[in-house]
Nanobody, 122 residues
Framework: QVQLVESGGGSVQAGGSLRLSCTVS????????MGWFRQAPGKEREGVAE??????YYVDSVKGRFTISKDNSKNSLYLQMHTLEPGDTAMYYC?????????????????WGQGTQVTVSS
């Protein structure tokens, strides 16, 4: 059974930092794309950052502030977030796909975690 478990969310003031982690278990074979998506109340889920063997990709609103990374030895995905803004407030989800990334398309993903809440106050 594939399981993705996020952690590291919390409440911070604007300008602060958080590091999200996603631990993956039960996946066999080499993974393709892994990514972070977020969903704010009343809004659709949006892609934040993705990583595959070809590189890392970011939505424009987080470029220069967020960094996605992966540690295969720990079966973990990370999202380092700096200079957080109130607009970053959302539930953050990690996802995994057997295929390479395709433009922050959540339909491309096979597995999802339950999410971790990030709240940024002004």
């Amino acid at each position: 059974q594939v399981q993705l478990v996020e952690s590291g969310g919390g409440s911070v003031q604007a300008g602060g930092s958080l590091r999200l982690s996603c631990t993956v278990s039960g996946l066999t074979g080499r993974s393709g794309c892994m990514g972070w998506f977020r969903q704010a109340p009343g809004k659709e889920r949006e892609g934040v950052a993705e990583i595959d063997p070809g590189g890392a990709y970011y939505v424009d609103s987080v470029k220069g502030r967020f960094t996605i990374s992966k540690d295969n030895s720990k079966n973990s995905l990370y999202l380092q977030m700096h200079t957080l803004e109130p607009g970053d407030t959302a539930m953050y989800y990690c996802g995994s796909s057997q295929r390479w990334c395709l433009g922050m398309n959540d339909a491309w993903y096979d597995y999802w975690g339950q999410g971790t809440q990030v709240t940024v106050s002004s």
